[in-house]
């Protein structure tokens, strides 16, 4: 078995949210790969009627997101109890959401795709099989709520390549590391 390229980063699972279209499959099965951790992809995790109402353009609600957001919360919670790294996508738009889904678990970290419409809805045009339908975008931004400081995110802009946003996330969560060990 290759060994992972920070074995000091402790037993966490990362959360790559942001709006549909901001690369979150891409950057987090990418970083996922490099640090050899375990890869969901979170809409794996939802319920066949919500992929019908996106693939039909009709938004979900609050509810029909509660079986999902448990659905993931149960993902986490399986990788936290075995002392594993995970990193999984959710759009985890608003900040209830996240509260289901990271709570008061300390070792489950925030990486917001932080980006701007027009680039993200030129993405979305250009994105062939997906059920969720750009005309869906507009919906995604009105219901986000971006991260406070007090949720302790990791944001990073979607201007840069995927490779690029997978070596800054790397870099901050190792110099975290190095910070709380005291070294540099």
């Not at 919500?50 to 957001?69: A, C, Q, S, Y």
């Not at 993931?72 to 959401?97: F, M, N, P, Q």
């Not at 509260?99 to 809805?121: F, M």
């Not at 790397?170 to 060990?181: G, K, T």
């Amino acid at each position: 078995m290759t060994r992972p390229p920070h074995p000091d980063i402790p037993p966490q699972v990362l959360v790559v949210m942001g709006v549909s279209g901001s690369g979150k499959t891409t950057v987090a099965a990418m970083l996922a790969g490099r640090l050899h951790w375990t890869f969901e992809e979170g809409d794996n995790l939802h319920p066949a009627s919500n992929v019908e109402k996106m693939h039909n353009g009709i938004p979900l609600t609050d509810e029909d997101r509660k079986p999902w957001l448990k659905a993931i919360a149960e993902w986490i919670d399986h990788w936290r109890e075995r002392h594993e790294h995970g990193v999984i996508t959710c759009s985890a738009l608003k900040r209830d959401y996240r509260r289901v889904i990271i709570g008061d678990r300390s070792d489950v970290r925030l990486v917001y795709l932080k980006g701007d419409k027009a680039v993200i809805a030129k993405r979305l045009a250009a994105r062939q099989g997906h059920f969720m339908p750009s005309s869906l975008l507009q919906s995604q931004f009105d219901t986000l709520e971006e991260p406070t400081p007090e949720e302790r995110a990791i944001e990073v802009s979607i201007g840069a390549s995927p490779r690029e946003l997978v070596d800054q996330i790397q870099s901050i969560l190792v110099a975290e590391v190095a910070a709380r060990s005291g070294t540099t």
